[in-house]
């Protein structure tokens, strides 16, 4: 199969494409050096006070059957991103292989342009909403053992259950059993109902936004009870790990912080004119 870096024949300039990692708050041509993917060179393309990141590329997405290829070219745009945030401090991200193509009548950088002006309004109040905040990640883990045991020693129906079934014969016990093990599933579903409605409700006071992501499967004993984008603002970060210190001090629990990174779960720029 063909990859994007196998072809050899170069574009003209109506043909090529331009390659669009994201819409940085910076209204001046410059040129970020060869940290595109595959080393390409990365500079900007400015219009009325922002600019577009991005690199020359062939009217064509990027796709490959090596996997590591496909991996290395997102690590590549998110460095980028990345990069670029730090640079001019706000930046709208683009999803990788988001791709300007150029045509007859017009070129990749005109139709870019167009987009430019065309989404202009909406591009600068994106911008503005994201000024001095980022986006970080929260996952809550339980470990399902020790919150059982704990369940198992407070919840009242499980213990009278266990009481009873002590004193059972062994075939009335196994029944016993069977109930109580529907009883403790009942009850964990009630406790990670409430840890997540607690934990949200002290997170929620920090952020500007928030987003609930799918769980992920962790393992049997350990499992994700909670997985939340944060939109914040850089000055309440340090209150919130002191929130999340707290959290993460509840028995059987256990927390991962992940950032600060770019937006990109909140301020999606419009859809360009081609996406790869």
């Not at 040129?31 to 990141?53: C, F, M, S």
């Not at 986006?135 to 399902?144: A, M």
Request: aromatic fraction near 10%.
């Amino acid at each position: 199969m063909q990859t994007h870096t196998d072809r050899k024949d170069e574009p003209t300039v109506l043909t090529q494409g331009l390659y669009l990692y994201c819409i940085a708050n910076g209204g001046q041509e410059a040129n970020l050096g060869k940290i595109g993917i595959d080393e390409n060179e990365v500079y900007i393309i400015p219009y009325k006070g922002i600019g577009a990141v991005v690199h020359t590329c062939l009217p064509e997405p990027y796709k490959s059957e090596n996997t590591e290829m496909v991996t290395e070219w997102v690590l590549a745009h998110q460095k980028v991103v990345e990069t670029a945030l730090e640079k001019f401090g706000i930046v709208l991200p683009l999803s990788f292989d988001t791709i300007v193509k150029g045509g007859e009548p017009l070129s990749a950088e005109q139709n870019l342009m167009k987009w430019l002006k065309e989404n202009y309004e909406d591009l600068k109040a994106k911008i503005e909403k994201l000024r001095d905040k980022v986006e970080v990640g929260i996952q809550v883990f339980w470990n399902l053992t020790i919150i059982a045991q704990d369940l198992a020693e407070t919840n009242q129906e499980i213990r009278k259950l266990k009481e009873e079934m002590e004193e059972k014969s062994p075939g009335m016990a196994y029944f016993y059993r069977q109930k109580m093990e529907q009883a403790l599933r009942k009850a964990l579903d009630e406790k990670a109902d409430a840890f997540f409605k607690e934990f949200y409700g002290r997170i929620r006071r920090y952020a500007d936004d928030l987003r609930v992501e799918k769980t992920k499967k962790v393992d049997k004993s350990k499992q994700m009870l909670m997985n939340l984008s944060v939109l914040i603002h850089k000055d309440k970060i340090r209150s919130l790990g002191e929130e999340l210190a707290k959290i993460k001090e509840f028995r059987g629990l256990d927390l991962r912080f992940t950032g600060p990174w770019p937006p990109y779960s909140f301020v999606a720029p419009p859809d360009p004119i081609i996406k790869g």
